[in-house]
């Protein structure tokens, strides 16, 4: 039995997971258009390699990485390629973002799938080149590239890899449910990444809230003779114990250290999706096209989980699960704690949506919020032992530089804080602005270096090329004075000789 620890804060939240774990996951059906931005994850954008007017196979690759953290990108079906510009990208700030457009044949024609059944056949090199290729990030919601997560370096030793499959917030049940229905194929997954990772144990971290899904792994491993080194541990349900560092405290009873990483304590944690992702990957040939996302809430009549196509309208995923949307009412992308509002429903399907909500209250205040009454309450509830009012204050005047003492960046915006906040103040919100605030600036201050760094290189190039002129010019200089002399030289021998 695993001794577990724990972490400060957190919440006991109603789940209200049952509304949507009441049927097997279905399968939404192939939009005729499919719009896929090139930024799907956490780093660079993809760079497309196909024109308007190519027609493309399902699993073929359409974008391809572009920088050290960024993965491929494929068309999710059969088509042809109608458009290569920017559109509404499901994001909070509601920008627009380069992508490719598909207009569906309705074939569903796949590529020539290239799978390995034997992955030790493999280098770890390949398996992440191959993760990579697929266009495999993490499907918990982050989207980081995964084939990153499984490349420690030498300088990092990995004994432990942690499975999440806590899935803390309200509502959100794709997890629980890829748990349920795909157990073997997440098994297969892991299996692949314990090698390339070398690790000596692999932990499947399920909370007590879903029962189905751990009967299910459990049952999953005891029909792999090699996974004894690969166990299920089933931890108490309190949220946000799906974050990354307290799940770990959680399993491993350490903490992260602070701006460090699992990796600083030997640890790699991926998502139970993901690791299914990457079997579907390696052992099949199939790249990432499709995830699973839950559709729930109160407005909508078929809640569940609907394997989808990445470029699928919303419109047409709440259709299918018989939503009865207010058009000028927000929804929810994400779950109630951490997710953000959205109004058009007309934006594609992500690699990194995991929920869509509708018809529930979420996380916005704005329009109730009193003054703080300094009651404490919100550094009470903060999993990363933060102070919340302290981080409130200090954002709300703008003092970047404080907000940093108070590391602003230790904050997982898990909204516990606004959860609790008696006066409603809506300080997740504040902390995120602050947040990209300090990023932009850093990017400003980059840039400029950038800038600077150029003029500086140029001038050192113009004063390197003046002197080197000069340089040539004194050369030739003392070249014609020699030649002259010489000259003169010669010119004195002749008449010294013709005057013997
Ligand atoms: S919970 Fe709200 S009112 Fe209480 S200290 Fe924190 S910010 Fe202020
Ligand atoms: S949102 Fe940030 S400050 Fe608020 S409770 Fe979560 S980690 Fe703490």
């Not at 297969?188 to 499947?204: F, K, S």
Request: charged share 25%; aromatic share 4%.
């Amino acid at each position: 039995m695993t001794q577990l620890g724990s972490f400060p804060g957190g919440l006991l939240l109603d789940g209200q997971k049952r509304r949507s774990t009441q049927t097997a996951i279905r399968t939404t059906p192939i939009s005729k258009k499919l719009i896929l931005p090139m930024q799907q994850h956490i780093g660079e954008a993809a760079q497309e390699v196909v024109s308007i007017g190519d027609k493309v196979l399902k699993g073929q690759k359409i974008a391809q990485a572009n920088g050290h953290m960024s993965v491929c990108l494929h068309a999710p079906s059969s088509g042809t390629v109608t458009a290569i510009d920017k559109q509404p990208v499901p994001h909070p700030s509601g920008l627009s973002a380069p992508c490719i457009t598909i207009e569906t044949d309705g074939e569903d024609r796949w590529i020539k799938r290239q799978g390995v059944a034997d992955y030790s056949q493999l280098s770890d090199h390949e398996i992440r080149q191959r993760i990579r290729d697929a266009g495999i990030v993490g499907l918990g919601g982050a989207g980081f590239p995964s084939f990153i997560k499984l490349n420690p370096g030498i300088h990092h030793v990995i004994d432990t890899l942690i499975l999440n499959g806590a899935e803390c917030e309200p509502y959100i049940t794709c997890d629980d449910m890829i748990m349920r229905e795909r157990a073997k194929g997440i098994i297969e997954g892991i299996i692949i990444m314990r090698y390339a990772l070398r690790v000596t144990q692999c932990i499947i971290a399920i909370e007590d809230n879903k029962p189905e899904a751990i009967v299910a792994m459990e049952s999953a491993l005891e029909k792999y003779p090699e996974t004894d080194t690969i166990k299920v541990v089933v931890i108490p349900t309190r949220y946000p114990t799906g974050s990354e560092k307290q799940l770990i405290e959680v399993i491993t009873q350490k903490q992260v250290p602070k701006n460090g990483l699992p990796l600083d304590l030997g640890i790699v944690l991926h998502n139970v999706a993901t690791a299914y992702a990457i079997g579907r990957a390696i052992i099949h040939g199939e790249p990432l096209i499709s995830r699973i996302v839950t559709v729930t809430g109160t407005d909508v009549k078929h809640a569940g989980n609907c394997e989808t196509l990445f470029g699928t309208p919303i419109s047409e995923l709440l259709n299918f699960c018989n939503t009865h949307r207010h058009k000028d009412v927000p929804f929810v992308m994400g779950g109630p704690m951490m997710g953000y509002n959205l109004t058009a429903d007309d934006l594609p399907v992500i690699k990194t949506s995991n929920c869509i909500l509708v018809g529930v209250d979420n996380t916005s205040h704005q329009s109730t919020a009193m003054p703080c009454i300094r009651c404490g309450d919100c550094a009470v509830a903060c999993p990363a032992s933060l102070l919340p009012q302290q981080l409130y204050w200090y954002s709300r005047a703008k003092d970047l530089d404080k907000t940093r003492e108070y590391n602003l960046f230790d904050c997982i915006e898990c909204g516990c804080c606004s959860y609790v906040c008696p006066s409603e103040i809506p300080l997740v919100d504040y902390f995120r602005f602050a947040k990209t605030e300090i990023m932009h600036k850093q990017q400003e201050h980059q840039k400029s270096d950038i800038a600077r760094q150029r003029h500086e290189n140029r001038q050192a190039r113009l004063e390197h090329e003046k002197a080197e002129k000069e340089r040539r010019h004194l050369q030739r200089k003392l070249a014609l004075a020699a030649t002259q002399s010489n000259k003169e030289k010669a010119a004195t021998g002749n008449n010294v000789g013709e005057n013997k």
